[in-house]
């Protein structure tokens, strides 16, 4: 079956939290398309710490199962989903009032830094 879906937009819905598992948000992306909105929920944003340096990322959604949690979602251009998912961290960054400048690319992490 052939679809041909035009999407002309990207909207985050953002659910702000206060927790202790470095969860900062829960997102829904909401691809705006010309048959209707697509979202995808489940999403978070979340605090990452890799030696002396701090990383805001972008977790897809994932389904809870008996060895740990499976990613629920994938997309194989990397390049765009690198696009959708600063997009995301730039918009929580905007609705929680943190600076996007205090924290690292993930091109910046060192690995020797990581304990492992």
């Not at 997102?27 to 999403?43: A, H, L, N, Q, S």
């Not at 924290?103 to 690995?111: A, H, K, L, Q």
Request: aromatic share 12%; hydrophobic share 35%; proline share 3%.
């Amino acid at each position: 079956m052939e679809l041909r879906i035009k999407i002309y937009a990207l909207e985050t819905d953002l659910s702000l939290q206060a927790r202790s598992d470095n969860i900062l948000a829960f997102v829904t992306w909401i691809f705006k398309t010309d048959i209707g909105d697509i979202k995808i929920k489940g999403g978070t944003i979340r605090r990452k710490e890799f030696g002396s340096k701090s990383l805001l990322s972008y977790d897809v959604p994932a389904i809870k199962t008996r060895h740990g949690y499976n990613k629920a979602f994938f997309m194989d251009n990397k390049e765009l989903f690198l696009k959708l998912s600063n997009f995301t961290i730039q918009k929580y960054c905007e609705e929680s009032g943190e600076p996007v400048s205090g924290f690292s690319n993930i091109e910046d992490i060192n690995p020797d830094e990581i304990p492992i």
